[in-house]
């Protein structure tokens, strides 16, 4: 689950993250006042969507007085922002944060995330932060410095302090960013985040080190443990098929292909998109039915498939374990009865009685295209895709 910047910078100061300044507004009212709030002669105005790129696509501005700061959030709010993470639909602006301005020296960059490979967290820093940090990430990987974290041990100071030196702080500075990188590792620990960034972390003139921007990233299975973070949850940055999908129990993710997936299992997920693009063929979506799947879910996963316009055709790719294949083949049976699925089919099925599932689908008198492999299944629904 991702959450909005200014969420992020307020979970992150109660752990002792230094932030700056600034409240989130709804409406260009609310902007003016807090900009005559905070004072000084600079304020910062900052669209609130859940994608990186905001800089760039004219998201961020920086306004002399709390009218212009009005006028600013009075053109943001309600507008589609564009840039590199959000695609070219967009994503539009429903609050901006007004935040102080600050006179700044250095642009730095700081992240904790899991890293699968080791089964750590990893803390990364980079003495080039900014709005630039992926490009500075693929041509100069070297530029990216990381510690990995022991989880029974946690953050050793000597380790932050590596990184403080590491990205060319001052010693005194140094000490500050000991105090912050510990802050930063806490929060990531005690909220079950996947993923927390800053970026860019600035040095201001008087040398104070801040979390200019921040993101978090949580764990969905451990959001039974944090009810204040799972309501800071905003349905409208979602998508509507994802938020369908999981009212039921289901993994979906939407990409941009034309051949639907239907699996269970993760891993066999994933491999089935593969061995599609293998064929030649696009992969519409990730959708893990779960092993324990029921016909009520199989046919909430045909209705959010077939909710997608640009499927043209479904791959279903079932594991019998603990969902059976006959009790697949039932389920598939009485949903495409009932929602009348328009598109063909092609079913791979193995394991636990497969024989049966494949008498139920032969008999049932549809047209289902079935296969013993996943090559051969790959290869029929992209040729029956089109």
């Given amino acids: 689950m991702k959450i909005h910047e200014y969420q992020a910078k307020a979970i992150l100061a109660r752990y002792g993250v230094p932030v700056p300044r600034g409240e989130?507004?709804?409406?260009?009212?609310?902007?003016?006042?807090?900009?005559?709030?905070?004072?000084?002669?600079?304020?910062?105005?900052?669209?609130?969507?859940?994608?990186?790129?905001?800089?760039?696509?004219?998201?961020?501005?920086?306004?002399?007085?709390?009218?212009?700061a009005e006028a600013m959030a009075r053109a943001m709010i309600g507008m589609t922002l564009v840039t590199h993470q959000t695609g070219p639909e967009g994503r539009v602006v429903g609050r901006v944060l007004v935040e102080e301005g600050l006179q700044m020296t250095r642009e730095l960059y700081l992240s904790v995330v899991l890293d699968r490979a080791s089964g750590k967290p990893v803390m990364m820093a980079s003495a080039a932060g900014g709005m630039d940090i992926e490009e500075v990430a693929a041509a100069t990987p070297e530029k990216?410095?990381?510690?990995?974290?022991?989880?029974?041990?946690?953050?050793?100071?000597?380790?932050?302090?590596?990184?403080?030196?590491?990205?060319?702080?001052?010693?005194?500075?140094?000490n500050k960013a000991v105090k912050l990188i510990a802050a930063l590792y806490e929060a990531f620990t005690a909220t079950d985040a996947s993923m927390i960034e800053i970026n860019p972390l600035?040095?201001?003139?008087?040398?104070?080190?801040?979390?200019?921007?921040?993101k978090m990233n949580f764990d969905d299975n451990?959001?039974?443990?944090h009810p204040d973070i799972r309501d800071l949850r905003d349905l409208s940055e979602e998508d509507p098929l994802e938020i369908e999908a999981s009212q039921s129990s289901l993994n979906y993710i939407h990409l941009d292909g034309n051949i639907g997936c239907m699996v269970n299992g993760a891993g066999l997920a994933m491999a089935t998109m593969d061995i599609i693009k293998l064929a030649g063929g696009e992969p519409a979506n990730f959708l893990d039915v779960g092993g324990g799947a029921n016909a009520e879910q199989i046919r909430n996963a045909f209705k959010i498939l077939m909710s997608d316009t640009n499927v043209t055709a479904v791959l279903i790719n079932i594991f019998g374990g603990i969902l059976r294949c006959d009790v697949l083949a039932q389920g598939v049976i009485a949903a495409v009865k009932e929602l009348g699925v328009p598109v063909p089919i092609v079913i791979r099925m193995e394991g636990t009685n497969v024989d049966e599932g494949k008498r139920l689908l032969t008999e049932s008198g549809m047209n289902f295209t079935t296969a013993d492999s996943m090559g051969e299944a790959a290869q029929r629904v992209v040729q029956l895709a089109g």
């Fill in 144 to 174: 990216i410095h990381r510690v990995y974290i022991e989880p029974g041990v946690g953050l050793v100071p000597f380790a932050a302090r590596q990184l403080g030196f590491a990205i060319g702080l001052e010693p005194a500075q140094v």
């Fill in 24 to 68: 989130v507004a709804f409406n260009s009212v609310e902007a003016g006042d807090i900009a005559r709030r905070l004072g000084g002669s600079v304020a910062v105005v900052k669209a609130q969507i859940h994608a990186g790129g905001r800089g760039k696509g004219g998201g961020v501005k920086l306004a002399t007085s709390p009218d212009e």
């Fill in 202 to 214: 600035v040095v201001t003139a008087s040398g104070e080190l801040l979390a200019l921007d921040a």
């Fill in 222 to 225: 451990a959001l039974y443990r």
